[in-house]
C-alpha cells in the first residue's frame, strides 16, 4: 500500500518547524560567539584582571596542554573516566533506590508517615558535611565519591517518584482492582506507568547531581579525578585550569543531557511531541 503524501499544511508546518530550529541553534551559537568574544575584549583591555577570571584564549590553550601533554596527576581521559565512573555508579544505585523508596513508601501510607520524618532530617544535612564524613569511612578511593553522588542522587529521586505515585489516577487503580488486579500488577502496569513522567524528569536533574557529588569529592579528598584537577589549579592559582576544568564537566553534563533525552523520548513516545521534546 502506497503510503499517504504529506498536506500542503503538514509540509508548511515542518518547514516552519525546521526553520525555527535553525534560527535557535543561530540565536545559541551567536549568544556564545558574543559572550566569549566580550570576555577576551574585556580582559585585553584591562577592565577584567585575568588573574581571576582568566580569558578564553588561556583557557584554550590549556585545554590543548592537558591534552597533548596530559595533567600533572596523568592523561586528562584518565581523570574524566574516573570521575564518569563515580558519577555513572553513583547515578545508577541512587536512581534505582529513589525509585524503589519512592514506589514503595508512595503504596503505603503507614510506611510513608513512619519514615517521612527521617527522610526529612536526612536531606537536611549538608552535603558537604556528608562528603567529608564518607572520606572518613571509605577513604581516598571511589568509594566515598560514590556515596556522595548516590546521597545527592537518592533526594531527587525519591521525591519524584514518590509524588509520582502519589499522584496516580485513583479512579484507574480503583478499576483494576475490580478487573481482578493484584497489587504487584496495578503498582507495575499502573502506577509505576503513571509515574513514570515524574521520575524522568528527575533523572535529567539528578545526574548534574551526581557529577557534583563526584566532583565535590574528589575536591574533598582523592588520587585521581576532574575535581582533583580543579583543587590543584585552584592552590597554584590557576584560573585558567579551573575554567578549562569547568568546561570539560559542562561538555560531559550536556552529552548526559542529549543521552536521557533520547532516552525519555523514547520511553514516552506515546506522548504527543510537544510535551516530550525539551527542545535541547
Known amino acids: 500500500m502506497t503510503p499517504a503524501l504529506p498536506s500542503t499544511e503538514e509540509r508548511l508546518a515542518l518547514r516552519r518547524a525546521q526553520n525555527y530550529r535553525r534560527l535557535v541553534i543561530g540565536l545559541r551559537t551567536g549568544l556564545a560567539v558574543v559572550a566569549i568574544a566580550a570576555w577576551e575584549i574585556t580582559v585585553r583591555i584591562g577592565w577584567l584582571d585575568p588573574f581571576f577570571f582568566s580569558q578564553p584564549s588561556a583557557i584554550y590553550q590549556q585545554l590543548v596542554t592537558w591534552l597533548t ?8 581521559w584518565s581523570e574524566l573516566l574516573v570521575t564518569m565512573e563515580e558519577t555513572a555508579l553513583g547515578f545508577l544505585i541512587g536512581s534505582v533506590l529513589g525509585i524503589v523508596f519512592g514506589i514503595a513508601l508512595g503504596r503505603n501510607k503507614l510506611a510513608a508517615d513512619v519514615f517521612s520524618i527521617y527522610i526529612k532530617v536526612a536531606n537536611a544535612i549538608p552535603r558537604v558535611v556528608l562528603g567529608s ?11 566515598s565519591k560514590v556515596a556522595l553522588a548516590v546521597v545527592m542522587v537518592f533526594f531527587v529521586v525519591f521525591g519524584n517518584a514518590f509524588q509520582g505515585v502519589r499522584e496516580a489516577d485513583r ?6 482492582y475490580i478487573l481482578g488486579a493484584s497489587a504487584r500488577q496495578v503498582t507495575t502496569s499502573v502506577v509505576l506507568p503513571s509515574a513514570l513522567s515524574w521520575i524522568l524528569a528527575s533523572l535529567h536533574v ?15 579528598g582523592a588520587r585521581h579525578g576532574i575535581g582533583l584537577l580543579i ?31 533520547a532516552v525519555e523520548n523514547k520511553l514516552l513516545k506515546w506522548k504527543p511531541p510537544q510535551f516530550v521534546e525539551m527542545g535541547m
Open 133 to 143: 564524613i564518607f572520606i572518613i569511612m571509605f577513604g581516598l578511593g571511589m568509594g
Open 206 to 220: 539528578s545526574f548534574g547531581f551526581a557529577l557534583v557529588g563526584a566532583v565535590v569529592g574528589e575536591f574533598l
Open 231 to 261: 583543587s590543584t589549579a585552584q592552590g597554584t592559582f590557576n584560573a585558567a585550569g579551573v575554567f578549562a576544568a569547568m568546561i570539560v564537566l559542562a561538555i560531559v553534563a550536556l552529552g548526559a543531557e542529549y543521552l536521557l533525552t
Open 69 to 76: 601533554e596530559g595533567t600533572g596527576q596523568g592523561p586528562l
Open 171 to 176: 479512579n484507574m487503580i480503583a478499576n483494576a
